[in-house]
């Protein structure tokens, strides 16, 4: 009980300074889309579309490929090689410099790529324009991200939000500044938010000089290059497993679209609102992640597995007060975004279902972060392929186009979900938490003279 105590309270007080980053995170580019929207109806679907689909790419390289760096990092903190963690974050920037480019391209020449994703030629035109601008600031995004899991693996949860703080507000008035002021209109959005990200990296670096930080930086070293595969191994399915979940959603997006207006604005309500509460579980899923593979690191394998079980239960318990909090507003939560009484009321019928799948993400969030702490990235993606796209991607369509609507594409996503989080939870379960421990400490799990110490330690 004492332990579960203490790995309870340690994964609330570090989740949420990481919760608030995210949020803070999302809410650049949420402001700059709102600021944009005051050019005209055109431009405001022109920002909203280009950010989605640079979410849908370009911040995957962060938000996915980063995961590695939970990992990695995590075990050589916890091991004590801090200097190693230093060379692991040049690796990481390497890496993931090299995987942005190919991002770059697509950004570039994406006018034809939209066109065939069913857009007009007219937003397909426009949203190319928008993201060439945001190219010099997605890498900005990386490294920002890299830099906060760097610091998050040494414990130092709150650095990116007090940078956020800052640059959030300055972010609003770049943007008004860049798009009213100086007159450029779309291209000042990106510019601008772009900017933000550089700035929120800068000052996070000097944090991690002057403040908390540098502990593990030894200089720039030339064995950054010499782990560059497994890193890259596991960046590549940490962005397949965050992306699969991402893309479908995105799938649906365009697929409430064909249902019409209403279901497209009732969706799109749902999808901001959801996307913000994300953040609470993909939070706790990097802290379980950090603290998974820190325990796994120093040879403790009970400590870990202790955590994965609190995890469990925290996510699933925040999840059920979240679902209960939506089920009591549903029928006044789409006057918070418009007056339309047809939208109001599809969003009254939907939010239960979105209510419900809270629980099965909370759950999803902590459990994916435990298989990302003992480097099993491959079967929350693999669980995640079989569960969106061989299930319920199919039948919510089916159900969307035969009578359900809106509500038939979120019985899809909610039954693809909670079987994600059910796998998963059983996965992690049945982990042999002894043998990933002495995979961390020694790289395999051939028995070595290290058995001895991780047989004292799991005591």
């Given at each position: 009980?004492?332990?579960a105590l203490?790995?309870?309270k340690?994964?609330?007080?570090?989740?949420?300074?990481?919760?608030?980053g995210y949020?803070?995170?999302?809410?650049?580019?949420?402001c700059?889309?709102?600021?944009?929207?005051?050019?005209?109806?055109n431009e405001l679907?022109?920002?909203?579309?280009?950010?989605?689909?640079?979410?849908?790419?370009?911040?995957?390289?962060?938000?996915?490929?980063?995961?590695a760096f939970?990992?990695?990092?995590?075990n050589?903190?916890?091991?004590?090689?801090?200097?190693?963690?230093?060379?692991?974050?040049?690796?990481?920037?390497?890496?993931?410099?090299?995987l942005y480019?190919?991002v770059?391209?697509?950004?570039?020449?994406s006018?034809?790529?939209?066109?065939?994703?069913h857009?007009?030629p007219?937003?397909?035109?426009?949203?190319?324009?928008?993201?060439?601008?945001?190219?010099?600031?997605?890498?900005?995004?990386i490294?920002?991200?890299?830099?906060?899991?760097y610091l998050?693996?040494?414990?130092?949860?709150?650095?990116?939000?007090?940078?956020?703080?800052?640059?959030?507000?300055?972010n609003?008035?770049?943007?008004?500044?860049?798009?009213?002021y100086?007159?450029?209109g779309?291209?000042g959005?990106?510019l601008?938010t772009?900017?933000?990200?550089?700035?929120?990296f800068?000052?996070?670096?000097?944090?991690?000089?002057?403040?908390?930080?540098?502990?593990?930086w030894?200089?720039?070293n030339?064995?950054?290059?010499?782990?560059?595969?497994?890193?890259?191994?596991?960046s590549?399915?940490?962005?397949i497993?965050?992306?699969?979940?991402?893309w479908?959603?995105?799938?649906?997006?365009?697929?409430?679209?064909k249902?019409?207006?209403?279901?497209?604005?009732?969706?799109?309500?749902?999808?901001?609102?959801d996307?913000?509460?994300?953040?609470?579980p993909?939070?706790?899923?990097?802290?379980?992640?950090?603290?998974?593979?820190?325990y796994?690191?120093?040879?403790l394998?009970?400590?870990?597995?202790?955590?994965a079980e609190?995890?469990?239960?925290?996510?699933?318990?925040?999840?059920?007060?979240?679902?209960?909090?939506?089920i009591?507003?549903?029928?006044?939560?789409?006057?918070?975004?418009?007056?339309?009484?047809?939208?109001?009321?599809?969003?009254?019928?939907?939010?239960?279902?979105?209510?419900?799948?809270q629980?099965?993400?909370?759950?999803?969030?902590t459990?994916?972060?435990?298989?990302?702490?003992?480097k099993?990235?491959?079967?929350?993606?693999?669980?995640?392929?079989?569960?969106?796209?061989?299930f319920?991607?199919?039948l919510?369509?089916?159900?969307?186009f035969h009578?359900?609507g809106?509500?038939?594409?979120?019985?899809g996503?909610v039954?693809?979900?909670?079987?994600?989080?059910?796998?998963?939870?059983?996965?992690?379960?049945?982990?042999?938490?002894?043998?990933?421990?002495?995979?961390?400490?020694?790289?395999?799990?051939?028995?070595?003279?290290?058995s001895?110490?991780?047989?004292?330690?799991s005591?």
């Amino acid at each position: 009980m004492g332990i579960a105590l203490k790995e309870t309270k340690y994964l609330l007080a570090n989740s949420a300074p990481v919760i608030l980053g995210y949020a803070l995170q999302n809410s650049l580019q949420s402001c700059s889309v709102i600021i944009t929207g005051r050019l005209g109806a055109n431009e405001l679907s022109v920002a909203a579309f280009a950010y989605m689909f640079a979410m849908s790419t370009g911040w995957l390289i962060a938000l996915g490929g980063t995961t590695a760096f939970d990992t990695f990092g995590s075990n050589l903190w916890g091991a004590g090689k801090k200097h190693e963690l230093g060379i692991l974050f040049q690796t990481a920037i390497i890496i993931l410099s090299f995987l942005y480019l190919p991002v770059c391209l697509v950004w570039w020449f994406s006018k034809p790529i939209l066109i065939f994703l069913h857009q007009t030629p007219e937003l397909a035109e426009a949203s190319q324009n928008f993201l060439r601008y945001l190219i010099p600031g997605g890498l900005g995004y990386i490294c920002f991200e890299l830099l906060k899991k760097y610091l998050q693996t040494q414990e130092i949860t709150r650095a990116g939000s007090y940078v956020l703080l800052v640059t959030s507000p300055l972010n609003i008035a770049l943007n008004y500044i860049s798009i009213h002021y100086y007159d450029l209109g779309l291209k000042g959005a990106p510019l601008a938010t772009g900017f933000s990200y550089w700035l929120s990296f800068i000052l996070l670096t000097q944090y991690a000089k002057y403040v908390k930080g540098a502990e593990a930086w030894g200089g720039w070293n030339r064995k950054c290059i010499d782990n560059i595969f497994p890193f890259l191994k596991l960046s590549l399915l940490g962005i397949i497993m965050v992306g699969t979940e991402w893309w479908a959603f995105e799938i649906v997006a365009l697929m409430a679209g064909k249902l019409g207006a209403v279901p497209l604005a009732a969706q799109s309500i749902i999808m901001t609102t959801d996307q913000l509460l994300n953040t609470i579980p993909f939070g706790l899923g990097i802290i379980t992640s950090n603290r998974i593979a820190y325990y796994l690191g120093a040879g403790l394998p009970n400590s870990a597995s202790s955590v994965a079980e609190v995890a469990a239960v925290v996510g699933a318990t925040l999840g059920t007060v979240i679902m209960i909090i939506m089920i009591a507003l549903r029928q006044v939560f789409g006057k918070l975004f418009t007056e339309d009484p047809d939208v109001i009321n599809l969003v009254a019928i939907v939010l239960p279902l979105v209510a419900i799948f809270q629980i099965s993400d909370s759950l999803n969030g902590t459990m994916g972060g435990a298989l990302r702490g003992t480097k099993r990235q491959e079967v929350g993606a693999m669980v995640n392929i079989s569960a969106y796209y061989l299930f319920s991607l199919p039948l919510g369509i089916s159900l969307a186009f035969h009578g359900k609507g809106l509500a038939g594409l979120w019985i899809g996503q909610v039954i693809a979900l909670s079987l994600v989080g059910i796998l998963e939870l059983k996965f992690v379960m049945a982990t042999d938490w002894y043998m990933q421990a002495r995979k961390a400490v020694i790289g395999s799990d051939e028995p070595n003279e290290y058995s001895a110490l991780l047989g004292r330690n799991s005591q």
